[in-house]
């Protein structure tokens, strides 16, 4: 008792701290994990397009995903439906405007076609979720059927492209069955371990600057689960892959929706602010739409250019600063 005393005596004392202790420890422990399970997966057998998809629906969003169950588990749901949101929010804003600062980012003939038609039919399915004001268990049900119909697509395309699917499978790391079993449980106990100091330190510092779960979810959470795309997408770009960058965020954004706002549903239940439908959902449509218009306006050169990138980037900031004013009442 003593130790755990100790334990959360000292998130409380420097949460901004423990905030970044766990953010990193999140993202070390979710490549691990994630690395480790294709790996024990392999070995046990299983099919290579289930360890394909598998890896690519939880290794996109894995810290959105087990922080929304630590948030769910615990009753602060609020949080989980801020990560899952806001995540989106700052990967188009945030990261997509970096990025393109460093390089123009040229979208993808596979982007075009096949990722934002479904992440756009994700966030017309996320209104019909949000819509009636209550975040419940049939709308859970309803986001994992849209993420099964996903999967279904991406194996259907994976049967038909198998040298795609080889070369995503050779990126993951071969391990014997001791090594990546061992992998898989310290990669887990981290990510459980380090899901909770997040989540507990994020209570903390709502409580202590008097800011509601939902906004530190929305904000400083969203913006460190984000983290791991910001630095894969300005490292394809720098090395010369900019196509590579639309497409981490855009899978990225569907998996928030359909996996990662499915977890509060279904587990932490509740009604919401008529602000998350206008003001947060709202803002996310906002820029799908608009990363729509740049992929597919008639004229469109297909490429998000340094300024379009500076807009991006603006609106976020601009979001982030009535989110503020928004909460302390100006």
Request: glycine letters at 8%; a negative charge.
């Amino acid at each position: 008792m003593g130790l755990i005393a100790t334990f959360y005596e000292a998130i409380s004392t420097y949460p901004f701290l423990a905030l970044i202790v766990g953010f990193l420890a999140l993202g070390w422990s979710a490549d691990r994990f994630v690395n480790a399970s294709a790996a024990v997966a392999k070995n046990l057998g299983v099919s290579k397009i289930v360890i394909g998809l598998t890896a690519i629906a939880v290794g996109t969003s894995a810290p959105e995903i087990m922080v929304g169950i630590e948030a769910s588990v615990v009753g602060i749901g609020e949080l989980a439906i801020g990560n899952a949101i806001g995540s989106n929010i700052a990967n188009i804003g945030l990261v997509l405007g970096i990025t393109a600062l460093v390089s123009p980012l040229p979208f993808a003939d596979n982007v075009l076609k096949r990722e934002l038609p479904w992440l756009i039919g994700a966030t017309l399915l996320t209104l019909a979720c949000l819509f009636d004001l209550y975040v419940g268990i049939l709308d859970g049900l309803a986001l994992l059927a849209g993420l099964g119909v996903i999967l279904y697509l991406l194996a259907r395309r994976s049967r038909a492209m198998p040298d795609t699917l080889q070369a995503e499978l050779n990126e993951l790391p071969d391990m014997t069955a001791v090594k990546s079993f061992a992998w898989f449980v310290v990669g887990l106990a981290v990510l459980l371990v380090s899901a909770h100091v997040l989540v507990t330190a994020a209570a903390f510092v709502a409580v202590e600057y008097q800011v509601s779960e939902l906004v530190i979810g929305l904000t400083i959470v969203a913006v460190g689960t984000s983290l791991p795309e910001l630095s894969v997408t300005v490292a394809a770009a720098r090395q010369g892959h900019p196509e590579m960058a639309i497409g981490n965020v855009v899978g990225s954004n569907i998996l928030n929706i359909l996996a990662v706002l499915a977890i509060p549903a279904l587990l932490d239940p509740q009604a919401i602010d008529v602000a998350v439908l206008w003001r947060d959902y709202g803002m996310m449509m906002a820029l799908t739409a608009l990363l729509m218009l740049l992929a597919y306006a008639v004229g469109s050169r297909k490429v998000i250019t340094r300024f379009e990138g500076l807009v991006l980037l603006a609106a976020w900031i601009g979001y982030t600063i009535i989110l503020y004013l928004h909460e302390h009442g100006a």
